[in-house]
């Protein structure tokens, strides 16, 4: 299984940003797809982000198209988060997860995750 490290995260005001890191070990990460989650006190975990295997291909959730930019760099057995344009209901416990298949914003679907790295946005 991938071992999956989150870091990053922290206290921001509205408007700001942040930018998220995720490790990941060598001789499995070229292999998944790599995705971002996160998750409220009281909600459901939701999907944020996900990048393929070679990060050629993206796809954002609604709530942060526009703001936000998933990346990788497999030399560096890492996905990154760019946030931008903070907003309060972005506070969460963001997640990186990656699956062996083709990346989905199910995170059932998902093989490896990591523990959290905790966002908080103040207004």
């Known amino acids: 299984q991938v071992q999956l490290v989150e870091s990053g995260g922290g206290l921001v005001q509205a408007g700001g940003s942040l930018r998220l890191s995720c490790a990941g070990s060598?001789?499995?990460?070229?292999?998944?797809?790599m995705g971002w989650f996160r998750q409220a006190p009281g909600k459901e975990r939701e999907f944020v982000a996900v990048?393929?295997?070679?990060?050629?291909?993206?796809y954002y959730a609604d709530s942060v198209k526009g703001r936000f930019i998933i990346s990788r760099d497999n030399a560096k057995n890492t996905v990154y988060l760019q946030m931008n344009s903070l907003k309060p209901e972005d506070t969460a416990v963001y997640y990186c997860?990656?699956?062996?298949?083709?990346?989905?914003?199910?995170?059932?679907?998902?093989?490896?995750w990591g523990q959290g790295t905790q966002v908080t946005v103040s207004s």
């Open positions: 997860a990656g699956t062996i298949g083709a990346g989905t914003s199910v995170a059932y679907e998902y093989d490896d």
């Open positions: 060598k001789r499995t990460f070229t292999n998944y797809a």
């Open positions: 990048t393929n295997w070679s990060g050629g291909n993206t």
